[in-house]
Structure formats: C-alpha cells, structure tokens
C-alpha cells in the first residue's frame, strides 16, 4: 500500500518536517513531485540532493525563521497551485451558479410537500379528537 500526500501539502516546509520525522523516502518523493511541476526550482533541486546525499541540515529554530514559517514565507517558491475557483472558466462558474439556484429551487419544492403533508396530519389528528 503505497502512501499519497496531497498536492496542497507538496512545499519545502513539507519536505523538511517529513525529513526531520525521519521519512527521507517520502521527502524526496515530495521533492521529485514538486520538480515535475518545477523544473526550475533550485532550492527544491537543492534540497533533493541533500536529501540524498543525506547531507541536509535542520533549520535553526530561532524565532525569526519561526515567523517566517508561519508566514509561509519559505513556501512562496514551492506553491503548490492555484485554486480550483481560480481555475473556473465563466462556463464552468455560470453552470455552478445555475446548479446551485436548482438545488435551492429544490429545496425549496421539499420543504412545500412536507409542509403540506404535516398539514394533512395535523388535520387528521384533529378529525379523530
């Protein structure tokens, strides 16, 4: 059973938490996956090699590289896409929105027939009393 990260998670932040965790497998596939995607990216290139030399060294925890981190400033370079709204043509969005209102439309239709249907019980209930 092979095991699969997600596109969204393919960044050099992933690469080396899962290095750091011990997975220098998964890392360098990680790497060789946002390569494909990112022939020209030399730090990623960087990285790989170092992974497999085994030769890379851990980030300094300091809290400036911390703030960095957390900013996504390292993963600027290995973003992994854009997003899948970004991606929609004005098609693929009119169609959307018209799913959506019929949907609603649908919804709505529902909710009359088991408004009408309660009615009709509560009638009923009524007639037997």
């Known amino acids: 059973m092979s095991f699969e990260i997600d596109s969204l998670f393919h ?4 690469v080396r938490i899962l290095h750091a965790q011990g997975q220098t497998y998964i890392a360098t596939q990680v790497c060789e996956k946002i390569l494909s995607h990112q022939p020209e990216n030399q730090k990623i ?8 030399k085994g030769n890379i060294q851990e980030k300094n925890s300091s809290p400036s590289l911390m ?4 900013s996504g400033k390292f993963d600027d370079i290995t973003e992994p896409g854009i997003t899948f709204e970004a991606l929609e043509t004005p098609e693929e969005a009119s169609l959307m929105a018209e799913a959506l209102r019929n949907e609603a439309e649908l919804k709505a239709k529902k909710l009359a027939i088991l408004q009408e249907l309660l009615w009709k019980v509560q009638e009923r209930k009524n007639e037997v009393h």
Not at 11 to 14: L, Q, R
Not at 67 to 70: G, K, L, M, N
Request: cysteine-free; aromatic content about 0%.
């Open 67 to 70: 703030e960095d981190e957390i």
């Open 11 to 14: 960044t050099e932040s992933m």
């Open 45 to 52: 290139r960087d990285l790989l090699e170092g992974l497999q």
